[in-house]
């Protein structure tokens, strides 16, 4: 099993520019996740999916907007990305629906606004 | 905000120490606590999940003191590869939804 897939792995933005991140998990697990890391900060979720054909805001979801396209992929769009949005943005998944219940990761994409 | 307080950091420790990081959450209705490792850019991995009063795994102990809203994380005979940023989590139950709020890490240095 790949786990979470997240592509790309890096990308630099100018202001104003569009973009989606990708996210893909072979677990077959119903939740998936997306959070950003800053530095300084913890991981803070943006937005999360507790099955396929629902979504949710999490802490910091101003700038994206989401889409869970199937059980698999888990989609985070920037419609005018910011600087305030370069960050390291993580897609996670689990297995119950229960937020809280162990998370695993994807490598991540760090993305840079200028 | 409901907050997750760590030590700040950096420990650095020889090979061979014991070395013990702790963890304050203000949430007291949080049921479930973990420690993630975090390496150097790279994602966050479950280290131990904590639901009662504690966990061991091998060389690391993790304790939970509800009464004190406290968690620690105590790794004995360090290892070059425990090197890392480890991540304290609590849950947090906001409203109509759970969430995990992550602490912002507490970095390990092992040296030779």
């Known amino acids: 099993n790949a786990g979470v897939t997240q592509t790309p792995k890096f990308q630099v933005l100018k202001t104003g520019q569009s973009m989606t991140l990708q996210c893909a998990q072979d677990m077959n697990h119903n939740s998936m996740y997306w959070y950003r890391q800053d530095p300084g900060m913890g991981l803070r979720l943006i937005y999360y999916s507790a099955s396929e054909g629902t979504t949710d805001k999490g802490e910091v979801p101003n700038g994206y907007n989401v889409s869970r396209l199937n059980k698999r992929e888990f989609s985070l769009r920037l419609e005018s990305a910011a600087p305030s949005q370069t960050s390291v943005y993580f897609c996670?998944?689990?297995?119950?629906?229960?937020?809280?219940?162990?998370?695993?990761f994807g490598p991540g994409t760090r993305l840079t606004v200028l | 905000r409901k907050e997750v307080e760590q030590d700040p950091g950096p420990f650095n420790v020889p090979e061979g120490a014991t070395v013990a990081f702790n963890c304050t959450y203000s949430n007291s209705a949080s049921q479930s606590f973990f420690w993630y490792r975090q390496d150097c850019r790279k994602e966050p991995k479950l280290l131990m999940s904590v639901y009662s009063s504690g966990n061991e795994d091998g060389r690391f102990t993790a304790q939970l003191n509800r009464a004190s809203q406290y968690i620690s994380l105590l790794i004995r005979d360090s290892k070059l590869s425990d090197s890392a940023t480890y991540l304290c989590?609590?849950?947090?139950?906001?409203?109509?939804?759970?969430?995990?709020?992550f602490g912002k890490g507490t970095k390990l240095s092992v040296k030779p």
């Open positions: 989590v609590a849950n947090y139950y906001g409203g109509s939804q759970g969430n995990l709020i």
């Open positions: 996670a998944s689990n297995e119950g629906g229960d937020i809280t219940d162990t998370q695993y």
